[in-house]
């Protein structure tokens, strides 16, 4: 039972231009969302948070969405660059169980 | 600051041994969390520590056990190892048990033979 999916496996976006990756999950209990990036042989690196009780949040480049009605979040990388290639995973975690659920990842390719 | 640090960085095994992985947390956080990630997925929740009692625990066999040192490094045991066992265990720390960002290591990467 997957509770966080990412239905793109992959993503191509041009240098400059937006990249939108996207994340739903089906457990209503879910309410902190995580998106990290991971590069071969190195661990996953955190980007951004958000909690239930916002539905945006912005750092630099990077903006996660949450719709919570849609049980579905996404992140927005403005501009994207080379270097932003990698595999992007989101995870989730419900108040008071202290594991946090991945999803299988997105593989973002940007090309210049 | 040093990041997380695990160890070893591979390891082969054969069916039926034991394996220890060890992972240093950053300095001053006093949660461990472990997960295995095999091909093509994320990472699946295996056990979170902090000061040093288990917080929670995934759906793997209790082939599988973990510890958490006065120093707030961690260990994890898994025994009596299987071909599926194979995968990169990645170990994270973070300051609080919970609603914040976990910090991964480098992984070890395991292989059953």
């Known amino acids: 039972d997957q509770q966080v999916k990412q239905n793109s496996p992959s993503l191509s976006v041009q240098e400059g231009r937006i990249s939108i990756l996207n994340c739903d999950y089906t457990?209503?209990?879910?309410?902190?969302f995580l998106w990290y990036k991971k590069y071969p042989a190195e661990g996953p690196t955190f980007l951004i948070s958000?909690?239930?009780?916002?539905d945006k949040n912005e750092d630099g480049r990077f903006t996660v969405f949450l719709n919570k009605s849609a049980k579905h979040l996404s992140l927005h990388i403005v501009p994207s660059q080379p270097g932003d290639s990698a595999v992007y995973f989101c995870?989730?975690?419900?108040?008071?169980?202290?594991?946090?659920?991945f999803g299988t990842g997105t593989r973002l390719k940007v090309l210049a | 600051d040093a990041g997380v640090t695990q160890s070893p960085t591979h390891l082969i095994k054969t069916r039926g041994q034991h394996v220890t992985l060890r992972c240093s947390p950053i300095?001053?956080?006093?949660?461990v969390s472990w997960y295995q990630q095999v091909l093509g997925q994320g990472p699946q929740f295996i056990f979170q520590?902090?000061?040093?009692?288990?917080?929670g625990r995934g759906n793997f066999p209790d082939r599988f056990s973990a510890r958490q040192f006065p120093n707030y490094s961690s260990e994890l045991n898994v025994n009596a190892l299987l071909l599926g066992d194979s995968a990169l265990y990645l170990c994270?720390?973070?300051?609080?048990?919970?609603?914040?960002?976990?910090?991964f290591g480098p992984g070890t990467r395991l292989t059953v033979l």
């Open positions: 994270a720390s973070s300051h609080r048990e919970s609603y914040n960002e976990q910090f």
């Open positions: 958000i909690s239930s009780i916002k």
């Open positions: 995870a989730a975690s419900a108040s008071g169980t202290y594991k946090y659920i």
């Open positions: 520590y902090y000061e040093k009692e288990e917080r």
């Open positions: 300095s001053g956080h006093k949660s």
């Open positions: 457990n209503s209990m879910f309410d902190y």
